[in-house]
């Protein structure tokens, strides 16, 4: 477990809850009125100058459409967190998310409110009275490498469950293929902390959070060096998983489990990291709780769109199935 110190920059360049916004970039708009067939020189040089502006309005506005919403905003209870700073979860929650969301292009997703949990961390199906989606976590202090990997999974969980039409979405963990959803969760702890890790090298939440990034890369490798996270060796990956597979189905949450799955699909969520969009469109299928799973991956990926399809499919053959 990584520990960081505290911290005397208590006041970062911006306010964090500010920058992460509710909504979507605005459009700008032009309408320009032309009262004459034959306007004078001065007022075809005005209206010239007004469809200038409105072009390039319009190539705003364009633009805006296609870049990713902004991150959803971030509450943080004041209270449970063992002296550790609201602004500082905040900041770390906050980087945690956005190396997920970066990659899940046009997703919609409410804001989310976060408390303490001391029975462990959960993403609860139903949404606060405001809409908020709602997240315990478990940590107190200022263990940030523990609040990143939990967020991180529970984040996971928000975009299957809780993204664009989310009341549509099969909200049910005791399900035979709830199993494939805690992997991934796990898998995004791990692929968001290697990349903060990164990120923070130069563009961490604080100038002087710079010197920590270390502590989350070393976070990961020592959580996938754990020899309770590995599976027998000289057993492949193929066998490991057709003799687990029957107790996954009755047991979607096994830790250790799930923690030898994520290691074998990390490598294609970080070359193919669109793959956290087609999370999203995960719990669309029909709602049969004894799917053989590779329905239930064929109907994940008949809900994906189509640049999202070959993903599933890509995944499928982590596990040796062909759609």
């Known amino acids: 477990m990584a520990f960081l110190p505290s911290f005397t920059c208590r006041s970062p360049p911006f306010p964090i809850v500010s920058i992460l916004g509710d909504g979507y970039s605005p ?32 190539a705003t506005a364009r633009a805006a459409a296609a870049a990713p ?33 970066r990659h899940c292009g046009p997703t919609r997703l409410e804001p989310l409110r976060v408390q303490h949990r001391k029975a462990g961390p959960i993403t609860i199906f139903q949404r606060a009275p405001d809409g908020r989606v709602r997240i315990g976590l478990s940590p107190q202090g200022q263990f940030w490498s523990q609040f990143a ?42 692929f968001a902390m290697r990349a903060m890790a990164k990120t923070w090298e130069t563009e961490p939440p604080y100038p ?32 490991w998983f057709a003799a687990a597979l029957p107790e996954l189905r009755k047991n979607p949450v096994d830790r250790t489990r799930n923690a030898i799955i994520a290691q074998q699909l990390l ?26 799973f590779p329905t239930h991956l064929a109907e994940w990926q008949e809900a994906c769109p189509k640049e999202r399809k070959k993903f599933v499919d890509a995944l499928a053959g982590v596990f040796a199935v062909k759609l």
């Open 267 to 292: 490598p294609l969520f970080e070359r193919e990291p669109s793959g956290w969009e087609a999370v999203t469109w995960l719990n669309l299928g029909k709602r049969v709780a004894d799917n053989p």
């Open 27 to 58: 459009h700008v708009t032009m309408n320009t009125f032309i009262s004459s067939r034959n306007p004078s020189r001065r007022e075809f040089i005005r209206l010239a100058g007004a469809a200038g502006l409105g072009f390039a309005c319009g």
């Open 208 to 239: 002087n959070w710079k010197s920590y990034a270390p502590s989350l890369a070393k976070y990961v490798a020592d959580w996938m060096a754990d020899p309770a996270r590995q599976r027998p060796a000289g057993q492949t990956f193929a066998a």
């Open 69 to 101: 919403p902004a991150l959803p905003s971030i509450e943080v209870e004041k209270v449970g967190w063992g002296g550790a700073s609201t602004a500082d979860i905040r900041a770390v929650l906050k980087s945690t998310a956005s190396e997920l969301w």
């Open 149 to 190: 990997y939990q967020f991180a999974h529970e984040f996971a969980h928000t975009l299957a469950a809780h993204t664009n039409d989310w009341k549509a979405k099969w909200h049910s963990a005791t399900h035979a293929n709830h199993w494939l959803e805690e992997s991934i969760a796990e898998t995004a702890s791990l």
